[in-house]
């Protein structure tokens, strides 16, 4: 009867329901349209060139300390870029007094002048190089942690708005990544590009005031390189830019990835993820690529041109010594500056790309930091109230959210909330009701109309008393990764232990955690992980109450608890919200019956108002939900009380998966202490051996990799080549240019006519040198970028993978947080090219050009050859000095900046928690307390990366005053000595001298990144070569048709990161096949970890888990996972449209488009999606954010409904739904239970009342067992559960 009589006002006013849920059903979703805009936007940014901020700009937070150290840094590099030309001058002057006299006897008196000048130079350079390069860290160092700290802090103050249109993920992919590239662009790299700049003005200068006609001549060929350099630089910014654009989008996917393993694993996705991300890659790759093709056009070029300038220079010298316009050392002295000028501009380049690239990266972060955010708290501006009475307001308030303007959420929206008086909020899933907690909070602004506080706009109170004045406790809480104690503390930051303690025994707390090994002290772990969903829950209500808000909003507060805490707890929270303005959230309308006030919101507004009774009297909208539920308690045998909760999920998206994990305590962190004081001897001696070899790294290319290296080697063995052999025709020049001149100790010849035959033979030499020098660089450059770019983005797939491939034990240690593993990723894979590619290519090209200028010295004079390979092995300890003392603190110094990485995540991710509790200035100060370590061990290595690379350079002079003064001294020898020396076999040696160490000098400029690539190798290839216990990419293991026989037999288990914590003592249950087995107990007693030992997210320590009596370490991992499908209490879902996520439950097989529309129609969220402009291709946003909690959830339980599971695992599945859809979901479920082995996990026992069996679990053990009617008639747990439901 009773059912005759409800059932046609649900039908009646089903529609008004449906209604209002469907054209709600915008409420959230705001990502279709602002997804299109995406995609348009990165078309058109695509199409635009790149943007660079000006120098000036780009220097903005240089202090005046910083100033002088560059100016410093400047002058010093300008010295040393001095010196080179300088040097030239003494020795054209040398020239000619050989070609006046021809008297090796008088240039052997002279030589030992030159040796002092060497010396000299060597001290100067030491001093020079010292200050320039230390003082240009220092800076940079200084300028790039304020950028971080601009950007963390430009990141923390923008509107949630803004947040809903911008990947986490690439926000802090940012923060890492581009903020070095800014470092790079004005650190050492700069003082270099000066040395260089100065080395050519310098040397063009002293070109012209020696010889300006032919300067002039060599300069009239400057047009055509400066603009083959502007055009080509302009094409590898452009594709820089696409290529830093595609790895922040991959750093995006991967955060993303990461930090829903569960999710991922649980339905295979691993391949799938794989190749999503390695798409990302292969654009970046790329574009990549073609910055290398171009890259390597513009050096061949310039190189050609260069060397055609050459020829043409040495032919008209020539042509000016002939007439007697010119002398050969001022011939010389002009053609050797050049040639030291030309150089210099091509060692420049590449720094001078680094810092474009550094401007390009900071245009992006500088707008970020200038954007004026719509909601500020930083701007103190508004009114600071004495005291605050809680009156709220809505006045025909109209929003649309912000990525989504065409959708609209309020219209004329009204709503008043009395001081002290509770008000509640009631209506279908999606209705809106969360979007008012997000207006009082000032989450976001009303488009029209207005929100008061006590008769105040909003808007014109101050952002951070407002948000002072309100605690906030949501469906899923976020904790963040720090104690209990700490994240309750960040409620209120002068709370005194005494009323923490108070808030916990109010929030029914403080006795689980002081069954804690650390009690307050324990670790939460990240996003709360090391606790069940129920204990975050308190722990988040006790960080509310200890804020004493004169505003409560309560949105679905005890969601999270089993009865017995969610009675306690529930008065607890009516205690607190007595004298106080309190907004309760709920679709369980037993919680809220006893409100002042009940507003019931359809249609974008509020439809009806009254208390309980009023609005059953009206017999509208409340009327109807209530009728709903009574008949749901009817059908179901509890209490109306007792029926389940369901609200939107705003904030968290990955904790519940994880909860049940073990307590991560202090105890730890003081081992961790304990290994990180460890002897610095060792310390220092374990991170040296932490490193990969340069073998080791090699064998890692592929076919094509080694392909590319062949041709890219050959290229750098022919470049390498060239200088050296280039340098011995300069020893021959000085005759050619003899030959040109008359004899001065013979009678002048007045018939006397130059010889150009040497000369002319000469020029042509430079030509040729110069097209195959152009044609080598091309070689080598392209080539070796072709294989360092498909080495690294291989690396970086792999590392990926191997992510993929871990175990969840993996994922628990604090050291493998999500900001840690992206940063990770991103910045282990960008340093291992410091090893690879170009950087090979640069090695063979320098070790081909040492070899061959060795080999020349030793053909002209052995003896002083073996000298100069005495003093080689000085140069390259000086080199080596720089690699081992930055080799000694790299994996120090990336482990802190993780740190700092994991930091700026744990805030970034849950940004609304973050703005609710005030405390983005506490999450300011740890991201700089984080960066105060890694920076002053930058500082320390700063002063010895300049003295060693003063001393790499300064040692090549002392070798030149060595070669000098010895070759002094064979020059004296009589002749017929064999040990005599000519000046022409001096140059040779010395020529092979000087352009080997020019080799040695840019070698050891390439240590740095050498070393962190090595450290970066090791870490990558140990992430990637070590085995999962449990491999889901094994082919191995069996793989029965699995029917369905599940049973747990004496189970036990610790979670790996807390081994001394059992959490199953003996668990031991079993389930038919087709049966369905519901477990039930109190948060924390180890439901969960049942569902993930059947997963194999982790393996028994005893006991085994059979599955149709085969182990399930025995089963073939991907084929067991498979025959399951999860539907968790806290959905997570993926930046995909609607259609591709509910396909993500079986990508294993091809899913049909209607094969989806059942699935959607079975959970019912079919009618929602169809409401949506884009259906079911709607973009469901980063983290589903887009989509209501209820929303969410009913997509996830499609998602496993497409699976077609053999086993069914329902961990608390429509807990986020409101009464309708829950009962027509628990239909379907009830639907898809039939013939399929169903685990259900559950603190509502309604939802578990017609299970075949019912097993109560208490401290990891099964006590009670039986039906629901077994149960109660036993009067035992069970019976005790269910009455503290009754109560609700």
Wanted: overall charge negative; hydrophobic content about 40%; charged content about 25%.
């Amino acid at each position: 009867m009773g059912d005759t009589k409800i059932a046609p006002d649900v039908e009646k006013n089903g529609a008004v329901i449906s209604n209002g849920l469907s054209e709600e059903t915008a409420i959230d979703v705001s990502g279709t349209d602002a997804d299109k805009k995406g995609k348009k936007d990165e078309k058109k940014k695509d199409e635009e060139k790149p943007e660079m901020v000006p120098f000036g700009q780009y220097y903005r937070y240089a202090t005046k300390l910083d100033g002088l150290f560059i100016v410093i840094a400047i002058f010093f590099a300008a010295i040393k870029g001095f010196a080179w030309p300088s040097i030239m001058i003494v020795f054209g002057l040398m020239i000619n007094d050989l070609v006046d006299t021809n008297a090796d006897q008088i240039i052997g008196e002279k030589m030992p002048l030159f040796a002092y000048i060497y010396i000299g130079m060597g001290f100067l350079n030491i001093a020079a190089g010292y200050l320039s390069t230390t003082l240009m860290l220092l800076s940079a160092e200084r300028q790039s942690n304020k950028v971080r700290n601009e950007y963390f802090r430009a990141i923390m103050r923008q509107e949630i708005g803004w947040f809903d249109e911008t990947s986490s993920g690439e926000l802090t992919t940012r923060l890492t990544s581009d903020i070095n590239k800014i470092k790079d662009g004005m650190s050492d790299k700069v003082a270099m590009a000066v040395q260089w700049i100065v080395a050519f003005l310098s040397g063009f200068i002293i070109a012209f005031c020696y010889e300006w006609r032919l300067s002039l001549v060599i300069m009239s060929t400057s047009p055509l390189l400066a603009i083959s350099g502007f055009l080509f630089s302009k094409i590898m910014a452009e594709f820089t830019e696409k290529e830093q654009s595609a790895y922040a989008a991959a750093g995006g996917i991967a955060e993303e990835v990461i930090g829903a393993m569960r999710t991922v694993v649980s339905f295979g996705a691993e391949h799938h993820e794989s190749k999503r991300y390695n798409k990302k890659l292969e654009s970046s790759e790329v574009a990549g690529k073609r910055n290398g093709l171009f890259s390597g056009l513009s050096i061949g070029f310039t190189m050609l041109i260069m060397f055609c300038t050459y020829g043409l220079a040495f032919w008209y010298g020539a042509k000016l010594c002939g007439e007697g316009k010119a002398d050969p050392g001022k011939i010389l002295i002009a053609f050797f500056n050049i040639l030291i000028g030309s150089f210099a501009m091509g060692h420049a380049a590449p720094h001078f790309q680094t810092m474009a690239e550094g401007r390009g990266a900071a245009y992006t972060v500088f707008k970020t930091i200038d954007r004026e955010s719509k909601i500020n708290y930083e701007k103190g501006e508004g009114k600071s109230p004495s005291s605050c009475t809680g009156r709220i307001e809505f006045r025909n308030v109209n929003f649309c959210y912000p990525s989504r303007k065409d959708v609209e959420i309020m219209k004329d929206f009204n709503l008043t909330l009395l001081p002290g008086k509770t008000h509640a909020l009631v209506g279908p899933s999606g209705c809106g009701k969360s979007t008012a907690v997000g207006l009082i909070e000032r989450f976001y602004d009303a488009d029209e109309g207005e929100v008061f506080l006590d008769g105040e706009n909003v808007k014109d109170l101050n952002l951070q008393w407002l948000r002072n004045q309100i605690g906030l406790v949501g469906q899923e809480p976020v904790l963040f990764a720090t104690t209990i104690e700490e994240n309750i503390r960040y409620g209120r930051d002068d709370v005194t232990m005494e009323e923490i303690e108070a808030a916990c025994k109010k929030a029914f707390a403080h006795d689980f955690i002081m069954e804690l090994p650390d009690k307050y002290q324990t670790l939460c772990g990240e996003r709360g992980s090391k606790l069940s969903g129920g204990q975050k829950q308190r722990v988040a209500i006790a960080r509310a109450l200890v804020r004493n808000p004169k505003i409560l909003l309560l949105d679905e507060a005890t969601s999270a608890l089993d009865n017995k805490s969610e009675d306690i707890v529930q008065r607890a929270l009516e205690a607190a919200a007595e004298g106080r303005t309190t907004l309760v959230i709920a679709h369980r309308l037993s919680t809220i019956k006893n409100a002042d006030t009940i507003s019931a919101i359809e249609q974008h507004k509020v439809a009806e108002e009254g208390t309980h009774d009023e609005l059953l009297a009206k017999e509208g909208l409340y009327h109807t939900l209530v009728m709903y539920q009574q008949q749901v308690q009817e059908e179901g045998g509890d209490d109306l009380a007792a029926l389940p909760s369901y609200e939107d999920v705003i904030t968290q998206r990955k904790s519940s998966v994880k909860r049940l994990k073990s307590i991560q305590s202090v105890s730890e962190k003081e081992k961790d202490l304990e290994v990180a004081i460890e002897d610095p001897e060792e310390k220092k001696k374990k991170e040296l051996q932490e490193m990969a070899g340069f073998l080791e790294i090699m064998q890692e290319n592929n076919a094509y990799e080694n392909a590319c290296i062949v041709v890219g080697a050959f290229g750098a063995a022919v470049n390498g080549a060239t200088m050296p052999v280039f340098a011995v025709l300069f020893s021959e020049v000085i005759q050619a240019l003899a030959k040109v001149l008359p004899n001065p100790l013979e009678p002048l010849d007045p018939d006397f006519k130059p010889d150009y035959s040497e000369t002319n033979k000469w020029a042509i030499f430079f030509v040729i040198t110069g097209v195959v020098s152009g044609l080598a660089n091309f070689l080598q450059i392209h080539f070796m970028s072709l294989s360092g770019l498909s080495f690294t983005t291989r690396m970086r797939q792999k590392a990926f993978k191997a992510l993929l491939r871990k175990n969840m034990g993996f994922f628990d240690l604090p050291e493998n947080s999500i900001g840690a593993l992206t940063t990770r990723l991103s910045e282990d894979a960008a340093a291992i090219k410091g090893a690879t590619g170009v950087r090979i290519g640069s090695i063979i090209q320098n070790v081909v050009g040492l070899g061959v200028g060795i080999g020349i010295a030793f053909y002209a004079s052995w003896r002083l050859s073996l000298l100069t390979l005495a003093c080689i092995p000085f140069v390259a300890a000086a080199g080596s000095v720089q690699m081992m003392q930055l080799a000694g603190t790299m994996k120090t110094m990336t482990r802190l900046y993780e740190q700092a990485g994991q930091t700026a995540a744990e805030a970034v991710e849950n940004m609304r928690t973050v703005c609710s509790l005030c405390i983005e200035r506490l999450f300011l100060k740890k991201y700089a307390d984080c960066l105060v370590e890694p920076s002053r061990k930058f500082k320390r290595q700063a002063h010895l990366t300049g003295l060693s690379m003063g001393l790499a350079e300064a040692v090549i002079f002392f070798t030149y005053a060595a070669v000098f003064t010895y070759g002094a001294y064979l020059m004296k020898l009589e002749e017929g000595h064999s040990g005599k020396l000519t000046f022409t076999e001096l140059m040779k040696v010395f020529s092979g001298i000087v352009f080997s160490a020019m080799t040695i000098g840019q070698t050891m400029s390439m240590l740095p990144d050498y070393g962190k690539a090595k450290a970066s190798a090791f870490k990558l290839f140990k992430l990637i070569r070590e085995p999962p216990v449990i491999d889901a990419y094994s082919k191995e293991g069996k793989k029965p048709d699995i029917t369905g026989n599940l049973r747990f037999d004496n189970v036990k288990f610790n979670y790996p990161s807390r081994p001394e914590v059992p959490v199953l003592k003996g668990l031991s249950f079993s389930i038919e096949k087709g049966k369905t087995v519901a477990l039930v107990g109190q948060s924390g007693c180890g439901k969960s970890t049942s569902v993930q030992l059947t997963e194999r997210f982790y393996d028994s320590l005893d006991g085994i888990v059979t599955i149709d009596d085969v182990d399930v370490k025995e089963i073939n991992v991907a084929h067991l996972r498979q025959q399951m499908g999860l539907v968790s209490q806290e959905p997570i879902l993926f930046d995909y449209s609607i259609e591709e996520n509910i396909k993500y439950g079986a990508l294993h097989r091809k899913v049909t488009d209607d094969e989806v529309k059942r699935a959607a129609i079975a959970a019912n969220i079919n009618n929602f999606i169809l409401t949506l402009p884009d259906g079911y291709d709607t973009r469901v946003g980063e983290k589903g954010t887009q989509l209501s909690g209820g929303q969410k959830q009913r997509i996830a339980i499609a998602r496993a409904l497409v699976r077609n599971p053999k086993i069914l695992l329902l961990d608390e599945a429509t807990s986020a739904l409101d009464n309708e859809s829950e009962k027509v979901v628990q239909e379907a479920l009830d639907r898809a239970r039939e013939g399929r082995t169903c685990l259900v996990i559950a603190h509502r026992l309604s939802t578990i009342q017609t299970a075949d069996l019912i097993c109560v679990i208490q401290e990891g053990v099964v006590v009670e067992s039986g039906t629901h009617a077994d149960l109660l008639a036993r009067r035992g747990v069970y019976y005790n559960l269910n009455k503290s439901a009754d109560k609700h």
